[in-house]
């Protein structure tokens, strides 16, 4: 090859390399774009509250004192779940919630890392003491869901998980201290 | 050679031991999460095991294994001694005694803990001491892979670095960057927490300090399977590299790239907020250049062979290539396996869609397929070119060569795809028995079947492979010299400075790396979080 022909090849290959080179770049500005348009507009947003809480006093503290623990509806109609994380069980072992219905979910761990996710939902998170795990969301059907712990956490990992019982409004009622509990079946 | 066949057939023995013991293991574990095996074992036993094979094969099959490759690269790339062999030897003791202090308490039940650690979790300290011991043989590795570069370029001034150890030093230095997360974990928190001289634990710090590592590592076990890719499969294709800059330019952006996106495996914890994890997102998306940039620049190269041998048309030269050949082969079936996986990465990767596969069998799924298919299939590969190299024999047949290398990719493909399924339907991992009397779960039975039928396959083919290279020491057929490396199209002369060296990209590396991490590790400093106790596993 004589050199004007080497370097109109080697420009020939250059070509096909910034081309393939723009198409990445279009691929990712794609995906960017899809993440920041989910993020923006249906509020798809990972757990992220930060909020810090002593993991060695949780029984003291009010929020999460037994008495508190499961689901509780407030005087303005919001409905809120407090569950604790423990080797190798979350208490409450059965979490009742409304269908159709904004619930925040807020978890705490007193020991290890755990983690969990509601089967058929996208509720996930990671549970990490020291910290509150808070979720959003609306359970869209009725009926039982499973809710383990993904995040291994000592030899009973696996024996780990509780109940979440979607229940229809007429079924989802509040005592007079706006508490509720799991149907019995 | 010059005699670093001996050091290379060590590194690599024992990454190969640990690696079939593993995989028998790996498919004890299948069977035991299958209705057929629901009754079998004990959690404790589990854990001991899944603990043995993840050690095995996250560090002890890569570690030994790229060490091992680096050495053998060092010495034929650059064509000249290696420098500083026996400090290569202390390394390599070094690291088998650690592997040894940390295999004790695993194989003891008392480190139970998880290739990941996790805080305020603690299992006996030796395992976490071996395991830095390790580590410290693999930093001597990566300082001797600089001075061979160093020494060879005084030698030969203005001329590139060939692209192979190029690419090898890459790795070594993004080593020593990765490294340095969980080391700052392990011996300022974990160690002395396992020792019982600390009782409490900042849990977050700790978590965000292994997740500096996290994501870089899987590009330090995958770097030498795009070696093979740029260096190795053309020439072996019977073409030649189609850009020697674009390798150059690939290995520099897994350097730059790996590193400042490890929280991204953060997603889903509370300790870090939306600013953070969206940064994150927005860094983690440019992640997948370097693998776009290597798969056009390896199928232009494999074109042109497929092109020298008469192929024609657009698709023509797939055909006329020279598929019974194990390197191309092997690169055939892992950019099948990559293309499915890189499907599941980008799953992974979307802030919201991570939310339905975190912590589930997906995540498991997707790194068998991507690391043990797509990676340890090239591993192979290079095994395989090299070992005439090592032991001066040749393969008698190249028919099991194939057959391994099929029935690693059938294997891997059986079993993670309904594993990936199993995940999208919530199954989660690390599960020593399911509950199978559970209806949610019951329908789940026959799909870890089907699995486990894939994990007998892949140790069968761990064997095959074993054999494979067994032959080759007492073998009678004597190996011929040929070239191994691809020359590019264009052979470069000259290349510009920061395309030769790294000190630009290191500096380049720690303004990301304050970037990501500055903020994300100052909060713990300046407000630390609530620290939790300590829980010894006996
Ligand atoms: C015969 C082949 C293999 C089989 C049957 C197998 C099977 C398994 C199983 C059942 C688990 C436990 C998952 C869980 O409890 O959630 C596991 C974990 C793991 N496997 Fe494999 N595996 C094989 C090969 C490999 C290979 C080749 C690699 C990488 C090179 C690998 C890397 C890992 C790692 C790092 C873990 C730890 C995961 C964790 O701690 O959650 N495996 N494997
Ligand atoms: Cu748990
Ligand atoms: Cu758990």
Redesign the interface.
């Given at each position: 090859m004589t050199e004007i022909h080497?370097e109109l090849?080697?420009r020939r290959?250059l070509g096909?390399?910034l081309l393939?080179?723009f198409g990445?770049g279009v691929?990712?500005a794609a995906?960017?774009s899809?993440?920041v348009f989910?993020?923006l507009s249906i509020g798809?947003?990972?757990?992220?509250?930060?909020?810090?809480?002593?993991?060695?006093a949780l029984h003291l503290s009010g929020e999460f004192a037994e008495d508190n623990l499961g689901t509780s509806v407030g005087s303005d109609g919001r409905v809120v779940v407090r569950v604790i994380a423990t080797?190798f069980a979350f208490l409450p072992r059965c979490i009742p919630v409304p269908v159709g219905r904004p619930v925040t979910l807020r978890f705490v761990a007193p020991?290890?890392?755990h983690?969990l996710?509601i089967?058929?939902t996208?509720?996930?998170?990671?549970?990490?003491?020291?910290?509150?795990?808070?979720v959003h969301t609306e359970f869209t059907r009725t009926g039982d869901l499973?809710m383990?712990?993904?995040?291994?956490?000592?030899?009973?990992?696996?024996e780990m998980w509780a109940t979440v019982q979607v229940l229809p409004e007429n079924q989802f009622q509040p005592d007079s201290n706006g508490r509720v509990s799991c149907a019995q079946r | 050679m010059h005699s670093v066949k001996r050091l290379c057939l060590a590194h690599f023995w024992v990454a190969f031991a640990f690696f079939a013991a593993a995989c028998a293991i790996g498919t004890w574990q299948m069977w035991v999460r299958s209705p057929l095996g629901a009754s079998v074992g004990t959690p404790g036993q589990y854990y001991m095991l899944v603990t043995a094979h993840g050690v095995a094969l996250a560090f002890v099959l890569t570690t030994f294994f790229i060490m091992g490759f680096g050495y053998f690269v060092a010495t034929t790339a650059l064509d000249r001694q290696l420098p500083g062999k026996a400090w290569a030897w202390g390394a390599y003791w070094l690291a088998v005694v650690g592997v040894v202090v940390a295999f004790a308490p695993i194989m003891n039940g008392q480190a139970s803990v998880l290739y990941t650690f996790y805080p305020p979790l603690t299992g006996s300290a030796w395992f976490y001491i071996g395991l830095v011991l390790l580590v410290v043989a693999s930093w001597i590795w990566a300082v001797l892979m600089m001075v061979a570069m160093t020494a060879w370029k005084r030698e030969n001034p203005g001329r590139p670095v060939p692209l192979a150890m190029f690419a090898t030093v890459a790795n070594a230095v993004m080593w020593l960057w990765t490294t340095v997360g969980v080391a700052v974990q392990l011996l300022f928190q974990v160690i002395p927490a396992a020792l019982g001289l600390v009782h409490t634990i900042d849990v977050g710090l700790s978590r965000t300090l292994f997740s500096w590592t996290l994501h870089a590592i899987v590009y330090f076990w995958l770097i030498p399977a795009y070696i093979a890719f740029y260096t190795m499969v053309p020439r072996a294709a019977g073409g030649r590299l189609y850009s020697d800059t674009m390798g150059r330019l690939t290995f520099i952006l897994f350097l730059v790239y790996s590193l400042p996106v490890g929280l991204h495996h953060l997603l889903m914890d509370p300790e870090h907020g939306n600013a953070t994890k969206f940064i994150q997102v927005v860094l983690t998306a440019f992640v997948s250049v370097p693998t776009l940039l290597t798969i056009f620049t390896i199928t232009a190269s494999l074109e042109i062979a497929g092109r020298l041998r008469g192929g024609r048309g657009p698709f023509g030269w797939i055909a006329t290539l020279p598929w019974d050949r194990p390197m191309v082969l092997a690169t055939g079936l892992s950019f099948v396996m990559l293309g499915f996986g890189g499907f599941g990465g980008l799953i992974n990767m979307g802030y919201g869609m991570n939310a339905m596969v975190h912590n589930t069998s997906w995540v498991t799924a997707h790194f068998h397929l991507i690391f043990g298919g797509s990676v340890v299939i090239m591993y192979f590969a290079i095994c395989y070119e090299i070992w005439p190299r090592l032991t001066g024999r040749e393969h008698p047949t190249l028919s099991l060569l194939r057959l391994q290398l099929w029935s690693w990719f059938v294997g891997m493909m059986v079993m993670t795809l309904p594993w990936h399924w199993l995940g999208l339907q919530g199954q989660w991992r690390r599960v020593a028995n399911f509950n199978y009397a559970d209806p949610i779960i019951a329908g789940w039975g026959p799909w870890v079947i089907v699995s486990l039928i894939g994990g007998i396959i892949l140790l069968a083919s761990a064997l095959l492979f074993l054999r494979n290279l067994a032959v080759l020491h007492r073998g009678a057929v004597l190996a011929v010299a040929r070239p191994l490396y691809a020359i590019a199209v264009h052979p470069p002369q000259r290349v510009p400075a920061v395309l030769n060296s790294f000190g630009l990209w290191n500096v380049l590396v720690l303004v990301l790396m304050l970037v990501a991490y500055g903020l994300p590790i100052a909060q713990f400093l300046i407000e630390p979080s609530p620290s939790a106790i300590v829980h010894r596993m006996r």
């Open positions: 080497q090849h080697e290959i096909t390399e393939w080179a990445v691929l990712i995906i960017l899809m993440i989910t993020a798809v947003n990972p757990p992220s509250n930060v909020e810090r809480l002593d993991p060695k080797q020991d290890v890392l983690g996710l089967s058929g996208n509720v996930n998170t990671m549970v990490v003491p020291g910290y509150v795990a808070q499973l383990p712990c993904h995040e291994y956490c000592g030899l009973g990992h696996s | -």
